[in-house]
Nanobody
Framework: VQLQASGGGLVQAGGSLRLSCAGS????????MGWYRQAPGKQRELVAR???????NYADSVKGRFTISRDNTKNTLYLQMDSLKPEDTAVYFC?????????WGQGTLVTVSS
């Protein structure tokens, strides 16, 4: 089972995007979920985490601009990204936290132009 992220695209700096990740209820119920990103030439990093109990954590680079949430009725994880910066350009993935290799999907590309 792969977790498929969608919603990426090209946006100008200062703009917003909302990413979605469709999964199964069993995965969401049993794990903390996270959004990761990988910029060209850089390692994949965790940018937002949502525990089973609703606690959220963010990387310093996105704190105050990104919001992670989930809709249990739709088994969907979201990442609302506001005030986007060119340095947010990356492929974004969703996975559990910690991640499981079998859940990595292809990700969705976010490109922020200056």
């Amino acid at each position: 089972v792969q977790l498929q992220a969608s919603g990426g695209g090209l946006v100008q700096a200062g703009g917003s995007l909302r990413l979605s990740c469709a999964g199964s209820g069993s995965i969401f119920a049993a794990n903390a979920m996270g959004w990761y990103r990988q910029a060209p030439g850089k390692q994949r990093e965790l940018v937002a985490r949502l525990t089973r109990y609703g606690t959220t954590n963010y990387a310093d680079s996105v704190k105050g601009r990104f919001t992670i949430s989930r809709d249990n009725t739709k088994n969907t994880l979201y990442l609302q990204m506001d005030s986007l910066k060119p340095e947010d350009t990356a492929v974004y993935f969703c996975n559990t936290v910690p991640s499981y290799v079998q859940y990595w999907g292809q990700g969705t590309l976010v490109t922020v132009s200056s």
